[in-house]
């Protein structure tokens, strides 16, 4: 089996109700989905992150002029060999963000055409699934004016434990008053409903301010308090694990076995967090979960990307072993992401679906979604 065509895809669609998260304001959802052809027929599809407020067209741009001639021609089974090839073409410019992330989608789509070729879900060439469902968590709690919403995102503690979920994710980062302010909204309003809560700076504060949020959020019992400083402070991660009581969470910006491999030896996290769009995709968060079992460390992927990406970080979590084993151990969870979406709503024909607060892992060969070509066409950047 040989590649013999690479199709990009970057899509974008103005949202109706911008929202923030600390980093600035979503004005539209993005995403770029690569196709992956063969000329037995069988087609691969992988997303390459849309880190943040990044635009698509940086990846695909990546994808087409530089990584789409490493792979033509080539087996796509051949996905450790590949994902080097890859990755030791762009090396010298590459390493991080973008680059990364096409590399990303890339390889996303050969263990899809991996998994359809054997006839099995992804998972079970990574080794099987260690699960078969996982717990969704909430993520939301974005603003949409500013600061003092605290009120309204109480309400939508109470919408999102409504709707079956028993864990969620609060986006902070808008000053430490105006955080306090919200957790103790959503704090009362969850008080006895069985709710673990999860909160997220995107890196807003600085290592003094990252330590003060975390003595005010100590009563929360968090299951974890993620990117509590810039992704490339390393060692300002370790001053807020050191000071905390409280697990801290990270990686959804940083890439590839050898970024992790600084971050894991420098003792950062309790958590870490590969994005599958940005990790370098399947082959590379092997590595990293290879690397932080050794190290002791959880890994709960994250996601925040189109159907594509859901459909893969689930693959992903069925396969992942548990870091501290025991007959009650800590299992990884879903980030479900509440906001508006129309790349994960209508993109595949049967998308991720909820039920009580749990998702069932995809069982079809491949990633086990089916593409509806007319959203890629409603929504194609010209």
Known sequence: MKIVEVKIHPLRTPLETPFAFSQGWVRARSATLVEVITDEGITGWGEAFAQGLEPPQIAAAVIGSALTPV?????????????????????????????????????MALWDIAGKAHGVPVHKLLGGAF???????????????????????????????????????????????????????????????????????????????AIRLGYGLAEYDLRWYEEPVAPEHIQGYRQVRDKLPMPIAGGENEHTLYGFRDFLAAGAVDIA?????????????????????????????????????????????????????????????????????????????????????????PMRPGLGVEVDRAVLDRYRIA
């Not at 090396?91 to 096409?102: H, L």
């Not at 968590?137 to 009120?151: D, M, P």
């Not at 709707?163 to 919200?182: E, N, P, S």
């Not at 990790?279 to 079992?293: D, I, K, S």
Request: aromatic letters at 8%.
């Open 131 to 209: 699960r078969t469902r996982v717990q969704a968590y909430a993520t939301g709690f974005y603003r949409i004016s500013g600061q003092g919403e605290a009120k309204r995102l109480g309400e939508e503690a109470i919408a999102h434990h409504e709707a079956g979920f028993r864990a969620m994710k609060v986006k902070l980062g808008y000053g430490i008053q105006d955080d306090l302010a919200v957790m103790r909204e959503i704090g009362r309003n969850i008080a006895g409903r069985g709710v673990t809560l999860m909160v997220d700076t995107n890196h807003a504060y600085g290592v003094g301010d």
């Open 273 to 361: 967090q590969p994005d599958l769009g940005s990790v370098g995709g399947f082959t590379a968060c092997r590595h990293v979960v290879a690397l932080a079992q050794a190290h002791g460390v959880q890994v709960n992927p994250h996601v925040w990307g189109s159907a594509i990406a859901q459909a893969a970080s689930l693959q992903m979590i069925a396969a992942v072993p548990v870091a501290h084993h025991s007959v009650f151990a800590e299992e990884p969870i879903f980030e479900y992401d509440r906001s508006s979406h129309p790349f994960r709503q209508f993109l595949v024909k049967e998308p991720v679906q909820q039920v009580d607060g749990w998702v069932e892992i």
């Open 71 to 107: 792979v033509m021609g080539q087996d796509p089974l051949d996905t450790e060999v590949l994902w080097h090839r890859m990755y030791h073409a762009s090396r010298d410019y590459g390493r991080k963000g973008s680059v990364i992330a096409g590399i990303s989608a890339i390889d």
